[in-house]
């Protein structure tokens, strides 16, 4: 299970006091109000580089805008641009009933309700109205998966197992 998960990524500098813009990769923007400092890591690089604490939120459009303690220059804050910002698992929004965070699915063993081993998870489609899981077979070849009642049998976190029921057609792509 990831230790992290990415809430935003900030696109440019905002004003002159270094505010900076960043585009919410979150189910729920307004999170952001309720956070006393956010982590960030550079882009093109593995893991955690620091953090920032959070001095003021506010919104444009569907942007967030965002101050950080000690940056106070429209010159520093254009450095910030294309860092992704992070928070830990414990800062995540919690979870509802039947909900779960994608970072967990990826990787996951999947099988058929009758016990066919399919492959692993490898990636999660976003199309607006559900999750598309797409799962790599040991041959190479791969299946999408809808993340549908009809589907998705059961989710067992603990084992690592996407147990599935496939409807007509979904086998190969």
Request: charged fraction near 30%; aromatic fraction near 8%; include cysteine.
């Amino acid at each position: 299970m990831e230790a992290y998960f990415r809430i935003g990524v900030i696109t440019s500098a905002h004003g002159i006091r270094g505010g900076v813009k960043v585009f919410p990769v979150t189910e729920d923007p307004e999170r952001f109000r309720k956070l006393d400092k956010v982590l960030y890591s550079l882009p093109g690089q593995d893991g955690i580089q620091g953090s920032f604490e959070v001095k003021r939120v506010a919104f444009q459009k569907q942007m967030v805008l965002l101050e950080f303690e000690g940056i106070t220059d429209r010159n520093t804050a254009e450095t910030l641009k294309g860092r992704q910002l992070w928070v830990s698992r414990e800062e995540a929004l919690p979870l509802g009933e039947r909900e779960y965070y994608l970072a967990d699915v990826m990787g996951m063993r999947v099988v058929t309700d009758d016990g066919e081993e399919l492959g692993t998870v490898t990636d999660i489609l976003e199309t607006g109205s559900n999750e598309v899981f797409q799962v790599e077979k040991e041959q190479g070849k791969s299946l999408l998966i809808p993340s549908i009642p009809d589907c998705v049998v059961d989710m067992d976190f603990e084992q690592n197992l996407l147990t599935v029921h496939l409807l007509p057609g979904l086998r190969e792509i």
